[in-house]
């Protein structure tokens, strides 16, 4: 048949042709191509696995096309082999295994994972191979285990970061080689990596090139290693949040080239005087939060004049602000929040005309907030709250705020006009200053990147603004609470807005509850208490997901509460209160049968706080075991039902003893009927139960002895009868429990018993809530001596600290990142980053 056509030869040629051209120009080896998209393969994109930016690199490897122009690979020129790979924030979610393909990338000597979800994947000892990497980061990506020795290999590195990860540990003997073997070694980042077993004097046998070395929160035990400064080039130190560091910080001796020095945290006792300053000539950041500070010479500091950050923070300092802080003119950050300074704010503090962050909260200042103040050119930071300063609020001379707090002084007039235009401001905290006044004006909705509005306690009035609703999609903290604001809630709550925490008690609102609010779905705190909304009960409320406070006390609402008309309706409710309302019928049955959140008790002690970036600490008022109470932060544990000051009528439905979780429960001054519910003696974490002014009628169950932490009983103004149980719990409540009860008799009430009291006698006569067992088992005046609790609460009340804070834990990360410390991977580490706030 011959030879092919002449068309299809040259359609041959020009395949070899193409196919040489694309070889010489693929400068990829196409061993390293496969490998790193079989490492792509092994891993999600997903949105939440990076945090501080996002940069889907992988998804710009395809096949077939230059492995060297793909985002993040870097290649040798000349050899075409893989030598960086920078996969920093790539949203990379999945397990990194020994056997994956990136450790057949031999020829890399830069590699950066950081920033993604490696779901607690070992640091495998492979990365020992990678022998020519000069670069290693893999610092927020969720690695977990030992660090292995084999790490040690890398004699090349030169930056090495582990920091941030799910605290890895390093054993001694690993550090000891490692040490030995990182000749080059410039940059050491092991914060969050327990080292609790390392001694801190191995760390003087780093590398002699070490510049930095960051070692936060390392678990280090010891005396600070001060023969750390006989490494030549060390520039930075921070060895913040290493609780088991003592000893003194040396004031001689010390590297002169030293800018950065952070003890924050630690028991590091500092002689900050003329010797150790005169040291510390290019210092320019030092952080000394809440250490140990044991001398402060205010005129030598002041000649740390290279300072750009100075967190003396949390040291109990007293006395006025050195004028000296004034020669410090490079200061972008300043904070001396949580002292004990008093006096008025200097205005030598005038010269520091470069302050961003200017942190002076929880301290004795008082006197104006000098208007100098408002003038700084750069300042977007001003936190001053828990003072006692006084006067107006001037008007700011920038726009340059993202957040200002005032919060508890004593600050009068009203908001001025300039704060809405500061675009930037996410955070505005006026609250508790009393006397602020006027009313909100609706260019408050111009602050489109608002998160925390509260303009709590203090006096202002007028209409809510009806922009309020929907203005920021950011906003996830509104409290107006205790102010004189009329008309009516806003009905413009629109569905993409990220609401938590609304809270409009204590004014003037009327009209309804508006339905748009189930438009919040993230809403986790709703309390529209002590207004004077007429409506029945918003049961459409039931629906938000995450409701789990819900406060609508002292209204004029009305009507049955039915329900529940949805699936899961309440489930998240820790603190349900509709007391003080005109609610007729019957108890909401179906609701107690839903309340999910108080049937089972909440073992995770952490307080109720809104915000990404902010941490607003949840705050309530309400009465504790008979005393009006505000607690600055609500522990999560937390359980409350009251729907006392109704007109409920009916009896106690059994199912109430479903709700197992429940530390106060109040029903009083309803009109209720019946016997005492049996199945209250379930409900075991009770600390407070309050019946009274009921129509409650036959005697009193003993078993509500075994509720052994109870502290508050009030069954007074019944119709009880019979004697009141003896045991020793109910020995602690006096006659206020019980008055009202004409036929009760006992030690406690005017009316004994007869002879010594035989229980036995009396006929059983409380309430099983079904018929069948009306009289059976479960009753009987057993005595009740088992676990006298005295009242005494463990649990609940133990962690109710008084306290509040808030600084945002972004300030305390940007702090740390303007130091190139490292940022907190929330999602993690919440508790632990929470453990950090001062
Ligand atoms: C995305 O990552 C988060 C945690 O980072 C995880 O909880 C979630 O399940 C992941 N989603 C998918 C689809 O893998
Ligand atoms: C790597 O190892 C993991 C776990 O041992 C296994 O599930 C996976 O299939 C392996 N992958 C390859 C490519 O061998
Ligand atoms: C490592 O670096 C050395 C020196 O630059 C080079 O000769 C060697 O080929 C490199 N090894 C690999 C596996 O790339
Ligand atoms: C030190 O580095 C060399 C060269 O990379 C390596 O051969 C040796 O095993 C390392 N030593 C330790 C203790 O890791
Ligand atoms: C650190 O390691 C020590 C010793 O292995 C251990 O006792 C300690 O609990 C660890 N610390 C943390 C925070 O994991
Ligand atoms: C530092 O290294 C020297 C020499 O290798 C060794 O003798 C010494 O024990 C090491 N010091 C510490 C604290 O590890
Ligand atoms: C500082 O160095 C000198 C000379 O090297 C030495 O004599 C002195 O003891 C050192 N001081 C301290 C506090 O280490
Ligand atoms: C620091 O400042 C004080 C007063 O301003 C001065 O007396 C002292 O000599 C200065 N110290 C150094 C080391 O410059
Ligand atoms: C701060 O000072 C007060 C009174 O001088 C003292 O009671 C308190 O213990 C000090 N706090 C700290 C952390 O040193
Ligand atoms: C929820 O918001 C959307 C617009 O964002 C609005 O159209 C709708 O009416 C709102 N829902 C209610 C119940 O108001
Ligand atoms: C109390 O709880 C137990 C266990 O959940 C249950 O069996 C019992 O019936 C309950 N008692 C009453 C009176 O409801
Ligand atoms: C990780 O390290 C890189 C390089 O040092 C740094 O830029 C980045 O901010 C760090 N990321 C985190 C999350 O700490």
């Known amino acids: 048949m011959g030879f092919p056509p002449i068309s299809s030869l040259s359609f041959i040629l020009f395949l070899f042709?193409?196919?040489?051209?694309?070889?010489?120009?693929?400068?990829?080896?196409?061993?390293?191509?496969?490998?790193?998209?079989?490492?792509?393969?092994?891993?999600?994109?997903?949105?939440?696995?990076?945090?501080?930016?996002?940069?889907?690199?992988t998804e710009s490897w395809k096949e077939g096309t230059d492995c060297c122009l793909w985002d993040g690979v870097t290649c040798d020129p000349k050899t075409g082999h893989v030598t960086g790979l920078d996969l920093a924030c790539s949203m990379l979610y999945g397990t990194l295994h020994p056997n994956s393909t990136l450790f057949s990338l031999h020829h890399l000597q830069k590699l950066d994972l950081s920033d993604n979800d490696f779901k607690s994947s070992r640091i495998s000892s492979r990365f020992g191979q990678l022998s020519n990497l000069t670069h290693l980061n893999l610092n927020c990506s969720v690695f977990a285990g030992q660090v292995p020795s084999e790490i040690s290999q890398l004699s090349k590195l030169v930056s090495l970061d582990l920091s941030d990860n799910e605290d890895p540990s390093l054993e001694p003997i690993s550090f000891d080689k490692l040490v030995r073997n990182l000749t080059k070694l410039r940059e050491l980042d092991l914060s969050e990596v327990n080292m609790s077993l390392v001694t801190p004097n191995s760390l003087m046998n780093l590398s002699s090139s070490l510049s930095s070395l960051s070692l936060l929160d390392c678990g280090?035990?010891?005396?600070?290693?001060?023969?750390?400064?006989l490494l030549p080039n060390l520039k930075s130190l921070d060895l913040s949040?290493?609780?088991?560091?003592?000893?003194?910080?040396?004031?001689?001796?010390?590297?002169?080239?030293?800018?950065?020095?952070?003890?924050?945290?630690?028991?590091?006792?500092?002689?900050?005087?003329?010797?150790?300053?005169?040291?510390?000539?290019?210092?320019?950041?030092?952080?000394?939060?809440?250490?140990?500070?044991?001398?402060?010479?205010?005129?030598?500091?002041?000649?740390?004049?290279?300072?750009?950050?100075?967190?003396?923070?949390?040291?109990?300092?007293?006395?006025?602000?050195?004028?000296?802080?004034?020669?410090?003119?490079?200061?972008?950050?300043?904070?001396?929040?949580?002292?004990?300074?008093?006096?008025?704010?200097?205005?030598?503090?005038?010269?520091?005309?470069?302050?961003?962050?200017?942190?002076?909260?929880?301290?004795?200042?008082?006197?104006?907030?000098?208007?100098?103040?408002f003038a700084l050119p750069y300042l977007q930071y001003l936190d001053l709250h828990d003072n006692n300063l006084i006067g107006n609020i001037s008007e700011l001379q920038h726009d340059l705020l993202r957040l200002l707090d005032l919060s508890n002084n004593h600050l009068h007039g009203s908001i001025p006009s300039s704060i809405f235009k500061q675009e930037q401001l996410t955070a505005l905290i006026l609250a508790s200053n009393s006397k602020l006044t006027g009313e909100i004006s609706s260019s408050i909705c111009k602050l489109r990147f608002l998160q925390v509005l509260d303009l709590s306690n203090n006096n202002f009035s007028g209409s809510m603004p009806l922009c309020l609703g929907n203005f920021s999609n950011m906003l996830s903290v509104l409290h107006l609470g205790m102010n004189n604001l009329q008309g009516t809630i806003p009905s413009t709550f629109s569905n993409d807005n990220s609401l938590e925490y609304l809270n409009l008690n204590g004014n003037e609102l009327e009209g309804k509850i508006s339905p748009?609010?189930?438009?919040?779905?993230?809403?986790?705190?709703?309390?529209?208490?002590?207004?004077?909304?007429?409506?029945?009960?918003?049961?459409?409320?039931?629906?938000?997901?995450?409701?789990?406070?819900?406060?609508?006390?002292?209204?004029?609402?009305?009507?049955f509460v039915k329900g529940p008309i949805a699936y899961n309706s309440f489930s998240k409710l820790r603190i349900f209160d509709i007391s003080d309302n005109n609610f007729s019928g019957p108890l909401p049955t179906g609701y107690f049968n839903s309340l999910e959140a108080m049937m089972t008790s909440d073992q995770n002690l952490i307080y109720m706080e809104a915000g990404n970036y902010y941490s607003y600490f949840y705050s309530i008022e309400m009465t504790w075991k008979g005393v009006k109470t505000k607690f600055m932060k609500i522990q999560s544990t937390i359980r409350v039902l009251d729907l006392s000051n109704n007109n409920f009528k009916g009896e106690i439905p059994k199912v109430i003893g479903k709700l197992k979780a429940l530390h106060q429960l109040n029903l009083s001054h309803n009109s209720l009927t019946g016997h005492i519910q049996s199945s209250l003696e379930n409900l075991t974490n009770l600390e407070s139960l309050d019946l009274s002014s009921n129509l409650l009628t036959g005697g009193i169950p003993t078993q509500l002895g075994g509720l052994t932490f109870l502290a508050i009983l009030n069954l007074s103004h019944n119709q009880l009868e019979g004697p009141i149980p003896s045991g020793e719990q109910f020995n602690t409540f006096d006659a206020s429990s019980f008055e009202g009860n004409l036929g009760l008799c006992g030690f406690q009430v005017p009316k004994k018993c007869y002879g010594d009291e035989a229980p036995s006698l009396l006929p059983p006569s409380f309430d099983e809530g079904d018929d069948s067992t009306l009289f059976g088992e479960g009753f009987g005046w057993k005595v009740v001596a088992m676990g006298y609790g005295c009242g005494f609460v463990f649990g609940v009340a133990t962690g109710y600290i008084v306290f509040r804070t808030k600084k945002p834990s972004w300030f305390l990360r940007m702090v740390e990142d303007k130091w190139n410390l490292k940022n907190r991977k929330t999602k993690k580490n919440a508790g632990r980053y929470g453990a950090r706030r001062n």
Do not use: W
């Open 241 to 373: 949040y290493n609780k088991g560091l003592t000893g003194t910080f040396p004031s001689s001796n010390l590297s002169n080239v030293l800018s950065l020095l952070g003890l924050s945290n630690t028991r590091i006792s500092v002689y900050l005087e003329n010797d150790l300053i005169s040291n510390l000539k290019s210092l320019e950041y030092m952080s000394l939060r809440n250490c140990n500070i044991i001398r402060l010479d205010l005129v030598s500091l002041g000649n740390l004049t290279q300072l750009t950050s100075l967190d003396l923070s949390s040291n109990n300092f007293s006395g006025q602000i050195p004028s000296s802080l004034g020669n410090l003119v490079n200061l972008s950050n300043l904070d001396l929040s949580n002292n004990q300074l008093v006096g008025p704010i200097h205005s030598q503090l005038n010269t520091l005309s470069n302050l961003k962050y200017l942190y002076l909260s929880n301290n004795l200042f008082d006197g104006t907030i000098p208007s100098f103040l």
């Open 17 to 57: 042709h193409f196919h040489s051209t694309i070889s010489s120009s693929h400068l990829c080896a196409p061993d390293q191509s496969l490998s790193l998209l079989q490492f792509k393969e092994s891993f999600s994109i997903n949105s939440s696995a990076s945090e501080l930016c996002h940069h889907p690199k």
């Open 516 to 559: 748009s609010i189930i438009n919040c779905t993230m809403l986790e705190f709703l309390h529209l208490g002590n207004n004077k909304i007429e409506d029945t009960f918003p049961c459409f409320l039931e629906t938000l997901p995450q409701l789990e406070i819900l406060v609508l006390k002292s209204n004029k609402l009305q009507g």
């Open 220 to 229: 280090l035990q010891g005396k600070f290693p001060g023969n750390i400064f």
